[in-house]
Nanobody, 127 residues
């Protein structure tokens, strides 16, 4: 079992920055987990934002956030981060941290590949 706790959301003006954090509690080796961020607006499907893989710590991003968001991880602290810069009003969503062990990179942008989810943190970007 894995419990994920997110923090760092809030209200920011367009062009500003926020850093989200997600800390995991697990008895397994944290570095064996693929960690990802998704986001969801009311009435819409949850969508992929970014992933950092368990092997090689390679990353991938949704086209809408490339060049503005950076995902990173600190395995010693069992924490994954999402640094969000140049925020836009359309980035307003609830952001969710997701985890699962050794997710295949061919499918690690899919919601169904993750068993463990955080409670979500609201990010609001004002224009």
């Amino acid at each position: 079992q894995v419990q994920l706790v997110e923090s760092g959301g809030g209200l920011v003006q367009a062009g500003g920055s926020l850093r989200l954090s997600c800390t995991a509690s697990t008895g397994r080796i944290f570095s064996s987990y693929t960690m990802a961020w998704f986001r969801q607006a009311p009435g819409k499907e949850r969508e992929f934002v970014a992933v950092i893989r368990w092997i090689g710590t390679s990353t991938d991003y949704a086209d809408s956030v490339k060049g503005r968001f950076t995902i990173s991880r600190d395995n010693a602290k069992k924490t994954v981060y999402l640094q969000m810069n140049s925020l836009k009003p359309e980035d307003t969503d609830v952001y969710y941290c997701a985890a699962d062990r050794m997710v295949d990179r061919m499918v690690d942008g899919k919601v169904d590949e993750y068993h463990y989810w955080g409670q979500g943190t609201q990010v609001t970007v004002s224009s």
